[in-house]
């Protein structure tokens, strides 16, 4: 059973370009979420979606940040432009089955992203 | 105001034994969860434990267990006859029940760096 995947694993980048981060869910989970983490702000929720519709954004930085679930199997996460302090660890997490409680359920991670803006 | 927090920025533990990893949290609501996640150096985030608020026995899982003592509002993860394998960043984390829709939100500690010395 395949986990969450993400791409790419690594990603340097100079400031002022786009960024685009890829995420597949687990098959049949109805929540998604985009964690970040540096050393000095921890584990920080951006957004979370349900059945592919954004349901909070509150933790998104600011306007550069972008993150779009076009259908159940694949959501982006997108920074334009990007800027040095914007380099992190990316986690892209999924939980719960259709049909289920999820309430309870643990978040399912992928390996993150490492983002590095120069 | 910190929601979770892990007073223990880091803690060194002899092989075999047994050890306690802090975690106090911050809520009003009366439902809520308690996770626990390992991160080891490989990056990855590894589920290891839930304890519902109302849950009346203390989790357990494997080598793991949660200390719940929810009038202190303290949920100690313990790791019982620890492995050089145990070294890794420990993360407790919580979601408050403010509605379903709410209830999604996983709020992480700063974690605990343990290292298991042979």
């Known amino acids: 059973d395949a986990g969450v995947i993400q791409s790419p694993r690594h990603e340097v980048t100079e400031m002022g370009q786009e960024v685009t981060l890829r995420c597949k869910p687990i098959?049949?989970?109805?929540?998604l979420f985009w964690y970040r983490q540096t050393m000095m702000r921890g584990l920080e929720l951006l957004i979370y979606f349900n059945n592919n519709v954004p349901i909070d954004d509150s933790g998104m930085p600011e306007d550069r940040f972008s993150a779009k679930m076009p259908n159940a199997s694949f959501s982006t996460l997108k920074i334009q432009p990007s800027e040095p302090r914007d380099s992190a660890v990316y986690f892209c997490?999924?939980?719960?089955?259709?049909?289920?409680?999820?309430?309870?359920?643990?978040?399912?991670f992928g390996n993150g992203t490492r983002l590095t803006v120069t | 105001a910190q929601k979770i927090t892990q007073t223990q920025p880091g803690m060194f533990v002899q092989e075999k034994e047994a050890v306690t990893l802090d975690c106090t949290y911050d809520t009003s609501d009366p439902s809520y969860g308690l996770f626990w996640y390992k991160q080891p150096s490989s990056g990855e985030m590894i589920f290891l434990i839930y304890q519902g608020s109302y849950d009346q026995q203390n989790a357990t899982e494997g080598r793991y267990s949660l200390n719940f003592q929810k009038a202190r509002k303290s949920a100690n993860l313990v790791i019982s006859a620890s492995q050089l394998g145990d070294s890794a960043m420990y993360f407790c984390?919580?979601?408050?029940?403010?509605?379903?829709?709410?209830?999604?939100?996983?709020?992480f500690g700063q974690g605990t760096r343990l290292t298991i010395n042979p």
């Open positions: 984390a919580m979601r408050e029940g403010r509605g379903i829709q709410g209830a999604q939100k996983l709020v």
């Open positions: 098959s049949g989970h109805d929540y």
């Open positions: 997490a999924s939980r719960g089955n259709p049909g289920q409680s999820s309430y309870n359920s643990p978040l399912h």
